[in-house]
């Protein structure tokens, strides 16, 4: 089955995930794929907001990100609430950015400004670690 531009997936946020996490660990676009079993130029499509990946592939970079599936869920219209969905392993970074997203008073480019904003003062002031 391939997600299509209507699918509950947000290709752009995966993308993003996958690109910050490779750099995070210093990886190829080659190095993720022989890890994931998702091929190099899949994942690039994925990094530049072109690709459309099938279920099994959205489970395979998820599971490398160790990240949970509704992160990369658009929000549905009429929703009220978004959940907020973490694991406590996840980095202090991630859970702030998935509050952030959350928040029905902030725009999604906002949201990511802040995100960004959060992620690179963070690293600053922890001394650069990735940790929680």
């Known amino acids: 089955m391939v997600f299509k531009n209507d699918s509950l997936i947000d290709t752009n946020e995966l993308g993003k995930a996958i690109r910050r996490r490779r750099q995070e660990l210093k990886l190829s676009l080659r190095d993720v794929g022989d890890v994931t079993q998702v ?48 694991y406590p392993h996840e980095s202090t970074p991630e859970i702030v950015s998935a509050h952030l997203r959350a928040d029905k008073n902030l725009s999604a480019e906002t949201a990511d400004a802040l995100s960004e904003l959060f992620r690179v003062a963070y690293s600053q002031f922890s001394g650069g670690n990735k940790g929680k």
């Not at 395979?60 to 959940?83: F, H, Y």
């Open 39 to 86: 091929s190099a130029s899949t994942l690039s499509r994925i990094e530049s907001g072109k690709g459309r990946p099938d279920a099994e592939n959205i489970a395979r970079i998820t599971q490398w990100l160790d990240m949970p599936v509704d992160r990369v869920m658009k929000k549905q219209a009429g929703a009220d609430v978004e959940p907020v969905v973490y």
